[in-house]
């Protein structure tokens, strides 16, 4: 049986994640660890992604092509293809449901695809895919292959840190209704809450965008909340101007967390506080794996990729 990233991740006694970084960004790794998954490569016969001799073309769903987090994905994920010459179809589904559709449908028949969050229902997905192969990112997807970023330790970190400072009322900003992100984030948020005994208030679902963000500003402002976990840093940027407009001001009056740490997040001011996810590594490793899948092997379960906090200037103690 052919070698897979995952019998050499196995071998090497590291993650799924870092086997394929060895390969794919291997400056990231320590020296040690990178000539052990080599050498358990090496072991093996497997062959990179990168060896292979095959051009592909490969279909790619994302929700909304204007949302930075998915520019970030796709990058990613034509860097990887690169490698191997493959080509990168990209459909948009604008956020409509009926639109994925037929974008699954039209994507099964090139030879492979990369479902970027869908939005439909998991046996909606299931039955559209057909025999193409497949990878799922950013969502668990029963019996799929699929990368995740982490939903728990970023966002229980930020209401850690919101705790820390003082807060005691948090509402949460969510995003699109049937996001399985969002649900994921939510009910994190909602226990860590519990834990720290926070009382939360949950806004209502709103567009992922800073438009989306600025219509959850005033329910916000009118829950009594003294700071905001917005669904992504999007949001959490709509959620600020929204609130400017009612006359109030982050971090004095309000503070506020978004989730992604896209790159107008540090550079905005003050920086906005936020959970930085791992969208480049997702879509580096979804190629791999996706190509592991294309010749017959599968990955065995679902690969997380860490979140971690990133605290700036949007999140201080709140007003006496």
């Known amino acids: 049986m052919t070698a897979t990233l995952t019998?050499?991740?196995?071998?090497?006694?590291?993650?799924?994640?870092?086997?394929?970084?060895?390969?794919?960004?291997?400056?990231?790794?320590?020296?040690?660890?990178?000539?052990?998954?080599?050498?358990a490569a090496s072991d093996l016969g497997y062959a990179t992604p990168q060896a292979a001799t095959t051009t592909r073309t490969i279909g790619v769903?994302?929700?909304?092509?204007?949302?930075?987090?998915?520019?970030?994905?796709?990058?990613?994920?034509?860097?990887q293809a690169w490698h191997g010459r493959h080509r990168i179809v990209l459909f948009d589904a604008d956020e409509d449901l009926r639109r994925e559709r037929e974008q699954i449908e039209r994507a099964r028949k090139l030879d492979g695809m990369l479902l970027c969050s869908p939005r439909l229902p998991d046996e909606d997905v299931l039955a559209l895919v057909g025999e193409t192969p497949y990878v799922v990112i950013n969502r668990l997807l029963e019996g799929a292959p699929c990368v995740l970023m982490d939903a728990e330790h970023g966002p229980r970190q930020a209401v850690e840190h919101l705790a820390a400072l003082g807060h005691r009322h948090i509402a949460y900003a969510a995003g699109p209704l049937g996001s399985w992100a969002d649900s994921r984030r939510s009910d994190t948020v909602a226990r860590a809450c519990e834990s720290f005994g926070i009382r939360l208030t949950r806004l209502s679902h709103h567009a992922a965008s800073i438009q989306g963000g600025r219509a959850a500003a005033a329910p916000a402002a009118a829950s009594g909340a003294t700071a905001v976990i917005a669904y992504n840093d999007l949001v959490a940027l709509g959620v600020e101007a929204g609130m400017s407009d009612l006359g109030r001001s982050c971090p004095d009056d309000i503070s506020i967390v978004g989730i992604?740490?896209?790159?107008?997040?540090?550079?905005?001011?003050?920086?906005?506080?936020?959970?930085?996810?791992?969208?480049?590594?997702?879509?580096?490793?979804?190629?791999?794996?996706?190509?592991?899948?294309?010749?017959?092997?599968?990955?065995?379960?679902?690969?997380?990729?860490?979140?971690?906090?990133?605290?700036?200037?949007?999140?201080?103690?709140?007003?006496?």
């Open 61 to 79: 769903i994302v929700p909304d092509v204007a949302n930075p987090v998915y520019a970030t994905l796709l990058k990613a994920i034509e860097g």
């Open 260 to 320: 992604d740490d896209i790159e107008m997040a540090g550079a905005v001011t003050p920086g906005l506080t936020t959970v930085r996810m791992p969208i480049g590594r997702s879509g580096a490793l979804a190629v791999d794996l996706l190509l592991q899948t294309m010749a017959g092997t599968p990955p065995e379960e679902a690969v997380v990729l860490n979140s971690q906090l990133i605290v700036r200037g949007s999140t201080a103690a709140p007003a006496a």
């Open 7 to 39: 019998d050499v991740a196995r071998r090497a006694g590291v993650s799924v994640a870092t086997a394929s970084r060895a390969f794919g960004e291997p400056d990231r790794l320590a020296v040690a660890t990178r000539e052990r998954v080599l050498r």
